[in-house]
């Protein structure tokens, strides 16, 4: 089992920047491939951003590139997601996964699932 556990998420004005952080224990973190996805409300989940095991290849979502950042320290066990000029559409829970395969990631359907964290962007 993996647990994951996100932090960072608040309210924060239209433009302002956030950094996200999703702690992994349980099982050796590098062995991960690792995503963020949001579920704004009434909507489905969506995958943002993901972040390849040890090469840390990343991809994007077209709606959060060039302002959305994700990185990972393996040492740390530790994936992050640096959020700028966040715009009220950014608005929704934030969820970390975690799965052996990129491609399970991608395709919506991670072995595990952080609990979410918040992130609320007034205009």
């Known amino acids: 089992q993996v647990q994951l556990v996100e932090s960072g998420g608040g309210l924060v004005q239209a433009g302002a920047s956030l950094t996200l952080a999703c702690v992994g224990s349980?099982?050796?973190?590098?062995?991960?491939?690792m995503g963020w996805f949001r579920q704004a409300p009434g909507k489905e989940r969506v995958l943002v951003a993901r972040?390849?095991?040890?090469?840390?290849?990343?991809n994007y979502t077209d709606a959060v590139k060039g302002r959305f950042t994700i990185s990972r320290d393996n040492a740390r066990n530790t994936m992050y997601l640096h959020m700028s000029g966040l715009l009220p559409e950014d608005t929704a829970t934030y969820y970390c996964?975690?799965?052996?395969?990129?491609?399970?990631?991608?395709?919506?359907?991670?072995?595990?699932w952080g609990q979410g964290t918040q992130v609320t962007v007034s205009s």
């Open positions: 996964a975690a799965s052996r395969l990129v491609a399970a990631i991608e395709s919506g359907q991670p072995d595990y």
């Open positions: 349980g099982r050796t973190f590098s062995n991960y491939a």
């Open positions: 972040i390849t095991k040890t090469r840390m290849l990343t």
